[in-house]
Structures are given as structure tokens and as C-alpha cells.
């Protein structure tokens, strides 16, 4: 299994970006995808989680109505819009897989052994 982040950078405050995951070795359609981050200093923390078809979502409080997730079923790709950014955004993303969808809420009570797959990261900058 492969899920390969890209997309991260430097951007300053206000700005945007959009992360991309590839994913190969699973059956992508199969899967819900989320993203995680994780700040220096901090613990890794649940960004984003999108359902098998994209029809649900759903977010971290910090990041609602600022981030979109969505994803392309015919490209094995998933996506992640940052809209807004804020220099507290500063971290580095990881793509993630699932065959849960509902796995991605028992994250804060399960640690990172609730999800199937991580991806290696990618990082997001943002200046003040």
C-alpha cells in the first residue's frame, strides 16, 4: 500500500494550498480517506475524513469552513483544499486509508492504531 502525499509548502497567512494523496496497492473506491497533521512539539491530531463515494464528510473544529476535503475515484486520488491558512496550521499532513469510515472518529480514543494505512507526510508552512 502506497499513499503518497503531496502539495506542502511555504504560504503565508491568508493564503492557500491544496494537498494531494495518491494511493495504489488498495482498493481506493474500498476505502474512506482522511488526513491527520502533526505540529512540532504536538501530537498528531485528525484533520479531515471523507467517506467511501464522498458523500460525508467531516471535520476538526479548527478547520471548518476554511479546509475541503474530496476525492476522485477514477484517479485513486484524494484531496485536500486550505483555504485561510493561519501560521497555528503549521504541521506536517499525512493521507490516510481506512475500510471504516467510523474509524476516523475513534481516533481520539484509539490513537493511531485505528486507521488501516498512513502515508508518509508532507509539510505545510504557513508565515504570520
Known amino acids: 500500500v502506497q499513499l503518497q502525499a503531496s502539495g506542502g509548502g511555504l504560504v503565508q497567512a491568508g493564503g492557500s494550498l491544496r494537498l494531494s494523496c495518491a494511493a495504489s496497492?488498495?482498493?481506493?473506491?474500498?476505502?474512506?480517506m482522511g488526513w491527520f497533521r502533526q505540529a512540532p512539539g504536538k501530537e498528531r491530531e485528525f484533520v479531515a475524513a471523507?467517506?467511501?463515494?464522498?458523500?460525508?464528510?467531516y471535520y476538526t473544529d479548527s478547520v471548518k469552513g476554511r479546509f475541503t476535503i474530496s476525492r476522485d475515484n477514477a484517479k485513486n486520488t484524494v484531496y485536500l483544499q486550505m483555504n485561510s491558512l493561519k501560521p497555528e496550521d503549521t504541521a506536517v499532513y499525512y493521507c490516510?486509508?481506512?475500510?471504516?469510515?467510523?474509524?476516523?472518529?475513534?481516533?481520539?480514543?484509539?490513537?493511531?492504531?485505528?486507521?488501516?494505512?498512513w502515508g508518509q507526510g508532507t509539510l505545510v508552512t504557513v508565515s504570520s
Open positions: 471523507i467517506s467511501r463515494g464522498g458523500d460525508s464528510t
Open positions: 490516510t486509508a481506512d475500510r471504516r469510515y467510523s474509524d476516523y472518529g475513534d481516533h481520539k480514543y484509539y490513537g493511531d492504531s485505528a486507521i488501516d494505512y
Open positions: 496497492g488498495i482498493g481506493f473506491s474500498y476505502h474512506a
